[in-house]
């Protein structure tokens, strides 16, 4: 049995209050605090996703492979391996 670290309960015990807070409910209920709330919670994938692209441009600068074109050249070489164990039966 794993035991939760005392600040986990903490945390978990003020959000439980601060949910059930009417000033919470009401700011929740402004368009715009909504709209601040899922741009925020897309920043993750935008960061991810630029970052990816970046990595690729730079891989690309300097004539390195990216890993989508390894990826593509192992699962080729696999399949070559494959055909050239069939053809050996």
């Known amino acids: 049995m794993t035991k939760t670290p005392s600040w986990k309960k903490t945390l978990m015990k003020r ?3 601060l949910m ?3 000033r919470l409910s009401k700011v929740m209920q402004d368009e715009r605090v909504m709209k601040g709330l899922i741009a925020a919670m897309q920043i993750p ?3 991810e996703g630029f970052t990816a692209e970046q990595k690729d441009r ?3 600068a300097m004539g390195l492979p990216t890993e ?3 990826s593509d ?3 080729a070489i696999r ?3 494959e055909d050239v ?3 050996k039966r």
């Open 15 to 17: 959000g439980m209050e």
């Open 20 to 22: 059930t807070d009417p």
């Open 45 to 47: 994938g935008k960061v």
């Open 58 to 60: 730079f891989a690309k």
């Open 68 to 70: 989508q074109e390894i």
């Open 73 to 75: 050249l192992r699962r």
């Open 79 to 81: 399949r070559l391996e």
């Open 85 to 87: 164990a069939r053809l």
